[in-house]
T-cell receptor, first 115, second 113 residues
């Protein structure tokens, strides 16, 4: 069964450094999402992406965040200058192009630790 | 915006018994309600979902009910097994949203043999 994959599984970085989290959505899915989950808190929506554009973003997704689909398979989340409070689990998700567009399939996540 | 409340936060059941998790939502425009299961070290796995034009949906031992008037929906797991032990999340999607799922806080389910 097709799955969303994410790399790396764990990323440790110093405060102020840039990080790029990578995702490979399910092939033939064209809607993509990033969520994050701070330890002990709810899963929070960050951004949705379709047709090479951001469709919707949350208040969390400020100028320090950006997303990109650099090629036909990858979907990335970049944090330009990481802060301690960016430490969280980051999940990528994708959904089909038609019919059940709202059905989101999640990847295993990347644990980001900012020191 | 949408707010999703989930109860209980933890649920301990004996193997074979039923488990029920309840969620409420605030925005009447919400029209899609998925449930996810998250095992330790893994991402949320979609287990069942329901749309606002349906009151109940069942898939083997799992069922979800939706009460649009009261704005609440529930997950029912029957004949629980140890492998059902996980954290379960409910979520709601706003009708005019581009995929912004609003999640509940999660329920830690422990099934004891």
């Amino acid at each position: 069964e097709p799955e969303v994959t994410q790399t790396p599984s764990h990323q440790v970085t110093q405060m102020g450094q840039e990080v790029i989290l990578r995702c490979v959505p399910i092939s033939n899915h064209l809607y993509f999402y990033w969520y994050r989950q701070i330890l002990g808190q709810k899963v929070e929506f960050l951004v949705s992406f379709y047709n090479n554009e951001i469709s919707e973003k949350s208040e969390i997704f400020d100028d320090q965040f950006s997303v990109e689909r650099p090629d036909g398979s990858n979907f990335t989340l970049k944090i330009r200058s990481t802060k301690l409070e960016d430490s969280a689990m980051y999940f990528c998700a994708s959904s089909p192009t038609s019919g059940r567009r709202d059905t989101q399939y999640f990847g295993p996540g990347t644990r980001l630790t900012v020191l | 915006g949408e707010n999703v409340e989930q109860h209980p936060s933890t649920l301990s059941v004996q193997e074979g018994d039923s488990a029920v998790i309840k969620c409420t939502y605030s925005d009447s425009a919400s029209n899609y309600f998925p449930w996810y299961k998250q095992e330790l070290g893994k991402g949320p796995q979609l287990i069942i979902d329901i749309r606002s034009n349906v009151g109940e949906k069942k898939d083997q031992r799992i069922a979800v009910t939706l009460n649009k008037t009261a704005k609440h929906f529930s997950l029912h797991i029957t004949e629980t097994q140890p492998e059902d032990s996980a954290v379960y999340f409910c979520a709601a999607l706003l009708g005019d949203s581009w995929g912004k799922l609003q999640f509940g806080a999660g329920t830690q389910v422990v099934v004891t043999p």
